[in-house]
């Protein structure tokens, strides 16, 4: 027996994606990477130097106009092997960003083929954005990013983005970027601290009060004045 499914049923179904691999571009791109923002209202302009980056091999360009709330990224998203290592890198050199280590980042996330985060049984929950830290500029203006992430066992995917976020007039230019497979973080000891700090009141009794000369902890004793 042949159900009939409802046309606008269909059109709903066609149109849903996952909300974090929604706003791709697939109109402009440079090896593998595309443009993404959320919505078109808050979509900055995105271009390719062919000569750019320190080596000159190219870069890609966010750049934002005077408008508030400007949000944009370059993306792009890798087949992956659960459970494995992955060390993910970036350059980025700033023209008029004001807060670059808040408003320019990568971002890295784990989901499975359909794009939806995963259960990290590390952790018993879902999967979430993870950020590798910047290191300081060299002095040709470009900060680098890098760090090692460990998949989810259950991931197939990971999906890196490139941002410039709420930087009126501000522009971004992104260059060498890579994710490859990588051997573990080397293990580190850190050493811990602590201190049992005991405030006392008067004569080492911590709640004896004064007033007038005598004791007002009602300890019945006089000797802790």
């Known amino acids: 027996m042949k159900k009939k499914i409802h046309p606008?049923?269909?059109?709903c179904l066609l149109s849903f994606v996952p909300g974090f691999l929604s706003g791709v571009d697939s109109?402009?791109?440079?090896?593998?990477?595309q443009p993404y923002s959320p919505r078109d209202e808050i979509r900055p302009d995105f271009s390719?130097?062919?000569?750019?980056?320190?080596?000159g091999k190219g870069g890609l360009v966010i750049s934002h106009d005077g408008r508030e709330g400007l949000f944009g990224a370059w993306g792009k998203t890798f087949e992956i092997e659960g459970d494995a290592h992955y060390r993910v890198t970036a350059l980025a050199k700033n023209r008029?960003?004001?807060?670059?280590?808040?408003?320019?980042?990568?971002?890295?996330?784990?989901h499975g083929p359909?794009?939806?985060?995963?259960?990290?049984?590390?952790?018993?929950v879902h999967t979430r954005p993870m950020y590798p830290w910047d290191q300081p500029t060299d002095s040709k203006g470009w900060t680098k990013f890098t760090e090692i992430f460990q998949a989810p066992a259950?991931?197939?995917?990971?999906?890196?983005?490139?941002f410039l976020r709420w930087e009126p007039g501000g522009e971004v230019e992104w260059a060498g970027p890579s994710f490859e497979k990588s051997p573990p973080r080397q293990p580190r000891k850190a050493r811990l601290a602590a201190v049992n700090f005991r405030p006392r009141g008067p004569a080492g009794n911590p709640?004896?009060?004064?007033?007038?000369?005598?004791?007002?902890?009602?300890?019945?004793?006089?000797a802790c004045r």
């Not at 008029?96 to 784990?110: I, P, S």
């Not at 259950?154 to 490139?162: P, S």
């Open 27 to 33: 109109t402009l791109e440079w090896q593998g990477w």
């Open 48 to 55: 390719l130097r062919k000569k750019g980056g320190p080596d």
């Open 114 to 124: 359909d794009g939806k985060y995963v259960v990290d049984d590390r952790l018993g």
């Open 154 to 162: 259950k991931a197939t995917h990971a999906t890196v983005r490139l």
């Open 96 to 110: 008029k960003v004001k807060n670059a280590r808040a408003n320019r980042y990568v971002e890295v996330f784990f």
């Open 8 to 11: 606008s049923l269909c059109l």
């Open 207 to 222: 709640r004896a009060q004064t007033r007038g000369g005598r004791c007002q902890c009602r300890c019945a004793r006089r």
